[in-house]
């Protein structure tokens, strides 16, 4: 079989690495990191294909793989239902799916602190120059190293993220700490609250060790927020010694005080029941939300997947699921091409559009966001929004529309 590299110890990448070497492939996965990526991430919105992709990487899927709702609702600003529909999903966390996949995925495989200095190719092989010295050599190279992908930057380096205008606020509350009217009016609930241009969004998850019992889940939220690229992003993303990180600050850098300035615009504009999840939540931290879409996701013997081909917002809630369709797709065409360009050109011809519509809807549901809390009007492309329409369209599976390529209503474009 197949010398395969991939690079990116994330979800994507386990993945890939995962079917790759199920399917008897000799494979390698580059992650740049050192130690447990796990408590990167929150919640996860599961789909049937995502529960496919696990089975592919011979994950056994079952009830503990996430926590079931049955509905979801919105509040008020006062706390009380504006609405609600039934709409079952199992809702699950980055870290569980991380400890499946990395459990299953052999120690000596992964292999860590490999940040990418240079990647060449030729005919027959791929080869990739480490900055600690290493070097490795394949015959496919897959790229799942994230929005900052640094094998894009070598292959496609016009491909960069886009700011899309807003931010999210993010974290996990411990059950145990809530009062028993927010468990009784939200906590088992995909629940939805809608200021004015902005949106809160959450629904429960496990708690500590993956624990789903009673008393020791967690209630994962997003808070999407307006901020200026030019000022106030800059700000958000410079810390309490005055050190900006332009790539995205680390969770526990976060000011404090714009954590307390945060928690004081949930106390007035949020459902009380969000405000206590936010003031309780130990560690909120936060999220810039780019675009990242791609013209080209294979160069060769090199293919781009998951975050480093396509990002979309995290509306659409389908970025895990995404990447591991793409990793189905590329394992399915290199079985029955061999590890060719012409196999990774397959998964292009079969991924690219779907991967762009992804892009595509999530900042439909961006601008319908920055739509909301108007209750009854109409926006510049007459569409209506309401807190039903909210619910019925925010991180549902969309594999029907992608087939038909009517990810987006016709309306919006």
């Known amino acids: 079989m197949a010398k395969i590299l991939v690079i990116g110890g994330s979800l994507g990448g386990l993945f890939m690495a995962n079917i790759l070497l199920r399917a008897g492939h000799d494979v390698n996965l580059l992650e740049k990191a050192t130690g447990s990526l796990d408590g990167r991430g929150a919640g996860i919105v599961t789909h049937d294909a995502l529960a496919d992709a696990l089975r592919e990487a011979g994950i056994s899927v079952d009830d503990s793989l996430g926590i079931a709702v049955s509905k979801r609702i919105t509040l008020g600003a006062d706390g009380n239902s504006l609405g609600e529909i039934a709409l079952p999903q199992i809702v699950t966390s980055w870290s569980r799916l991380y400890h499946l996949l ?66 999210a606020w993010r ?16 906590f088992d609930y995909f629940g939805f609250c809608l200021p004015k241009g902005e949106q809160m969004l959450g629904y429960p998850v496990a708690g500590p060790g993956n624990d789903v019992t009673l ?16 000022k106030e992003l800059k700000n958000l993303l410079t810390d309490a010694d005055g050190k900006y990180f332009p790539l995205g600050i680390p969770p526990l850098k976060v000011s404090w005080k714009h954590i307390a300035s945060m928690r004081e615009q949930a106390r007035k504009l949020l459902a009380p029941q969000y405000a206590e999840i936010i003031e309780k939540t130990s560690s909120p931290f936060l999220q810039a939300i780019y675009d990242v879409r791609s013209e080209q996701i294979v160069f060769g013997r090199i293919a781009l997947m998951g975050d480093a081909a396509f990002v979309g917002r995290p509306h659409v809630g389908m970025g895990v699921t995404k ?6 797709a590329i394992a399915k ?69 992608l087939a038909a390529g009517k990810a987006v209503p016709e309306s919006q474009y």
């Open 171 to 186: 974290g996990v509350c411990d059950e145990s700490h809530l009062s028993q009217h927010t468990l009784d009016t939200l």
């Open 323 to 328: 990447a591991g369709d793409e990793a189905m």
């Open 333 to 401: 065409h290199i079985q029955a091409l061999g590890a060719t360009p012409a196999a990774l050109e397959a998964y292009s011809k079969e991924r690219l559009s779907l991967g762009q519509q992804v892009v595509a809807r999530a900042q439909y549901l961006g601008r319908y966001m920055q739509a909301q809390g108007r209750k009854g009007t109409v926006d510049g492309r007459g569409l209506k929004r309401n807190a039903e329409t909210v619910m019925a369209e925010t991180a549902i599976d969309i594999s029907d529309l």
């Open 102 to 167: 990395r459990e299953n995925f052999p120690n000596e495989r992964y292999l860590q602190g490999k940040n990418v200095k240079s990647v060449l190719q030729d005919h027959q092989q791929v080869k990739v120059s480490c900055e600690d010295g290493t070097s490795y050599e394949a015959e496919l190279l897959i790229a799942s190293d994230g929005i900052r992908s640094s094998v894009r930057t070598f292959v496609a380096p016009s491909i960069q993220p886009e700011y899309a205008g807003y931010v």
């Open 215 to 230: 008393g020791k889940r967690r209630y994962n939220f997003v808070w999407y927020r307006p901020a200026s690229e030019d």
